[in-house]
């Protein structure tokens, strides 16, 4: 129909873009690129109904369209409104919303253990980041934090419910994902529990995706806990056959070994689509098949998040000209020791004790060619006046 | 004296029984509705100028001309009986007392919204009332105002009542419908709103007990009749529960033409305050409104006397006004403790919070902590800035107004009462024993401008 294909006009903070009706403002923003786009924490494309809960992605409307440009008199969960024809959003430049935010953020924290240091999330933890970006340095709660007691959940997934900020994330999973769902949230407020209903293991074959839409280290990869930090770990793109999911993989290793295997993620830690398709992996794809053997590697992961994770692998980042070239206007730098000549020092032709005076590179240099010491002399007399000879 | 339009006969001998009320002129609107186009009825209730009961006070001849009609798809009107708000009691009184106006108002109602299938979802603690509902429902149906082919109409109807389970929540429209549903009872998040999406993905109205009463005098007089009823905006007849330290707690149906003064101390209607104590604050709508100290509540910022309405009540908006809310109008002497008084309130809505959003469910438990430690002699200056901080960004940033709820009362009392709390502040031990203020408050205050 040609009224499905109309593209509505939206603009936020300032930049412009044209989407097809029906999308959400959070979407939208995050065609724009990562600049503009809002925080998420319980929002996730591929789980249906999912978002709306965690308010990280609140932003103001400024004007709500072309035909009723009235601004919304409240701040709008971003991944739950649709955009009209000639919106006008505000997210990092309003201050109304950074100061939401900034709540949001104190609130997920006061109950969070703040445990990191021995979290198998850290580095790849949504709140982490989060926190980094809009919390404060300390904390006003002075109260006991609610705890829970760890869990595991079946033969992979340990549930350690302390760290969980309630995003519903792994329901839907659980609800769309798997056959029958075992898991839920029990009580209510903030004494809710996730937990398997009447003691069911979560046993199922897809049932390991949880972990991966977990944002926190509430649900962790038990056959992988403690066993490393993710930054010290190199991703690999890999795939096998296999006749229950897609096989296509991030292997997580370390040398040759692979000490965990997740799903392939998109920039905003999502699960990758691939061929059209939410690229879910199976249980045996994560959690059996440990060897690189199992796996066609197909080459290294470029991670493109705002992270820890991403240390040394910036997708996006380019090296920044070397400004030296700049600063000496063409000239170059005369270094003290140059470090390829340090080598010479190993070539036993000189007895350093000998040398009055500090050795410099100039020590090591052939001294038969004289002439090639003086110039080099009369150079470094040039730049840096050192009267000191050899 | 208030003309009743509801509760006029619920001191008749017998009123729960069929028989005994119909005599007394029950069911006449049905008779009448039935004849009547579906529209026109729905345009007597937007003359009529109704405003919902339930505490926001929306028009409800506007929602019921929202309410979509697709091709193929039922609609459904849905009771809301959850009444949980601190301080309500009204809807309990009414079904209790008079069932058969409710069910008279539900067929009227179902059948200007042409819903065949109608419930009435009704709170958990409630039980004896539930059964005196379903009994009422039986008779009905027995002589022919409900089931199939009603007084040869050609409309079908049948009522049901569900029970809640004890959550506050489940009073917030989208979460009783969750919850009708069978399923927990959280609160949707809107769009789509239940007119268009409502109950088993159908287009729902609801509403509150007294307002789907109050549509049978709407029908029987007619719109007009009762619009000229009350002043302004606030039209018809409101039923307040009173309590607190009064002399006469108690269910009252006034027209919104007397002032606060009067339905506090005259003996009509609460009967002034008990033991010669003098009125130092008071809560006009419900726990989740703003608490308002004497001297604002007798007279408006300007100087206006405050009446019991809509406009009056909110007259000054949040800085120095409050709001009718769902009529739960509680009064405090001047030996209560604010502090106290709020701690209990946000110890109820940390409890109820249904914990979907994270400035609710966080910041809910927060605010109940703080008070604890003001309350019981541990108070810093700094808390009370930090309850400020917490309020200020619930407010407005939730999925449901539960959390707006927790965050005004809290607002309210700090705006109004700040040195009450910096009291228990700087005597420490002394607010373990007492209660702070012994008539301070009694006087009138000056207005706090913000
Ligand atoms: C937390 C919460 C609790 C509520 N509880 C009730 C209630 O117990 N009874 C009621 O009629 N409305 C309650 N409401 C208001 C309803 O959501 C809704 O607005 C009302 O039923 C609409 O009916 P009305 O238009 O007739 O007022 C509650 C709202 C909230 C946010
Ligand atoms: S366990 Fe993780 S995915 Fe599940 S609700 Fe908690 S934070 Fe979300
Ligand atoms: S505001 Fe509170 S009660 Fe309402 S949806 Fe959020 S957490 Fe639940
Ligand atoms: S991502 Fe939108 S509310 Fe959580």
């Given amino acids: 129909m040609a009224e499905e294909q109309q593209l509505f006009k939206i603009t936020i903070d300032g930049i412009t873009i044209e989407v097809p009706q029906g999308t959400t403002v959070l979407n939208a923003a995050r065609m724009i690129g990562k600049e503009v786009a809002p925080p998420a924490m319980c929002y996730y494309s591929k789980l249906e109904g999912s978002g709306g809960k965690c308010r990280t992605c609140l932003v103001e409307v400024a004007a709500g369209s072309t035909k009723d440009p009235r601004p919304m008199p409240k701040l709008v969960a971003s991944c739950r409104t649709v955009v009209m024809d000639g919106m006008i959003v505000k997210n990092k430049t309003s201050e109304r919303v950074i100061d939401a935010r900034n709540g949001i953020v104190e609130y997920l924290l006061i109950n969070h253990p703040l445990d990191c240091p021995i979290c198998d999330q850290a580095g790849e933890c949504h709140l982490q980041d989060l926190g980094y970006d809009h919390g404060l340095a300390g904390t006003r709660y002075e109260f006991k934090r609610r705890t829970f007691v760890r869990e595991d959940i079946g033969p992979y997934v340990q549930l350690h419910m302390t760290r969980c900020i309630l995003c519903y994330r792994c329901v839907y999973v659980a609800d769309q994902l798997t056959d029958h769902r075992v898991h839920g949230i029990l009580d209510r407020g903030d004494h809710s529990d996730i937990s398997t209903y009447v003691s069911k293991a979560i046993d199922n074959d897809f049932s390991g995706n949880m972990i991966d839409v977990c944002p926190v280290g509430a649900l962790t990869d038990r056959t992988y806990r403690f066993k490393n930090r993710v930054w010290f770990l190199k991703p690999m793109d890999a795939h096998r056959d296999c006749d229950k999911c897609c096989g296509k993989v991030t292997l997580w290793n370390r040398g040759d070994e692979v000490y965990r295997v997740t799903a392939r993620k998109d920039p905003w830690g999502e699960v990758q689509e691939i061929d059209g398709k939410t690229a879910w992996i199976c249980n045996t794809c994560r959690f059996e098949k440990k060897k690189a053997s199992d796996w066609t590697i197909e080459g290294p992961t470029k991670i493109d998040r705002h992270s820890v994770i991403s240390a040394n692998h910036y997708a996006e980042k380019v090296q920044p000209p070397d400004p030296l070239n700049k600063v000496l206007f063409g000239r170059k730098p005369l270094l003290l020791m140059d470090i390829h000549e340090v080598s010479k020092v190993n070539t036993p032709d000189i007895d350093l004790s000998k040398i009055p005076g500090p050795a410099t590179s100039t020590t090591f240099i052939d001294r038969d060619e004289a002439k090639d010491i003086e110039q080099a002399e009369a150079e470094r007399l040039l730049i840096n006046d050192h009267k000191e000879l050899p | ?450």
Avoid at chain 2, 140 to 151: E, R, T
Avoid at chain 2, 327 to 341: N, P, S, T
């Fill in chain 2, 1 to 450: 004296m208030t003309k009743k339009l509801l509760l006029d006969k619920v001191h008749v001998e017998g009123i729960r029984n069929f028989d005994v009320y119909r005599r007394e002129g029950g069911y006449q609107s049905v008779e009448k509705a039935l004849k009547m186009q579906q529209d026109d009825i729905v345009e007597e209730v937007k003359k009529s100028g109704l405003r919902g009961r339930g505490g926001a006070g929306f028009p409800t001849g506007l929602k019921w001309s929202f309410l979509a009609k697709p091709e193929g798809l039922s609609r459904y009107l849905v009771c809301n009986a959850d009444e949980s708000e601190p301080g309500t009691f009204k809807d309990r009184y009414l079904m209790e007392l008079i069932p058969h106006l409710l069910i008279e108002g539900m067929i009227v109602s179902s059948y200007a919204l042409g819903s065949t299938t109608s419930y009435i979802y009704i709170r958990g603690e409630y039980d004896w009332v539930s059964d005196i509902l379903d009994k009422a429902i039986d008779e009905a149906k027995q002589n022919g105002f409900l089931g199939k082919n009603i007084l040869g109409s050609g409309f079908d109807c049948e009522i049901y009542t569900h029970r809640g389970a004890g959550a506050y929540i489940c009073g917030e429209e989208t979460a009783l419908l969750e919850s009708l549903e069978g399923k927990r009872g959280l609160p949707r998040i809107k769009p789509p709103f239940p007119a268009v999406k409502g109950v088993w993905d159908c287009p729902t109205v609801v509403n509150n007990v007294e307002t789907i009463a109050a549509v049978v005098p709407i029908i029987n007089d007619g719109g007009e009749a009762y619009s000229k009823i009350g002043v302004g905006r606030s039209t018809g007849t409101k039923l307040i529960s009173a309590c607190g330290n009064i002399n006469k707690p108690g269910v009252y149906e006034i027209d919104m033409t007397i002032s606060v003064e009067e339905f506090i101390y005259s003996d009509e209607y609460c009967g002034g305050i008990p033991n010669g104590k003098r009125l130092k604050a008071c809560i006009p709508g419900g726990s989740s409104v703003p608490i308002l100290p004497a001297n604002l509540l007798l007279k408006t910022a300007k100087g206006e006397t405050r009446m019991m309405n809509y406009e009056s009540l909110s007259d000054g908006g949040f800085a120095t006004g409050s709001m009718m809310g769902s009529g739960g109008f509680i009064v405090l002497d001047e030996d209560q403790c604010v502090v106290r008084h709020t701690l209990t309130l946000a110890r109820f809505y940390h409890h109820e919070s249904c914990g979907q959003c994270s400035p609710c469910r966080e910041g809910t438990g927060w605010m109940e902590k703080v008070f604890q430690k003001i309350e019981n002699g541990k108070g810093e200056m700094k808390d009370i800035d930090l309850l400020w901080d917490i309020q200020r960004r619930i407010e407005g940033n939730t999925i449901c107004p539960l959390g707006d709820a927790a965050a005004w009362p809290v607002a309210a009392a700090i705006r109004h009462f700040r040195d009450e709390f910096e009291w228990h502040i700087n005597n420490r031990e002394e607010c373990l024993i007492r209660n702070y203020g012994l008539a301070h408050y009694a006087d009138p205050l000056e207005a706090v401008v913000s």
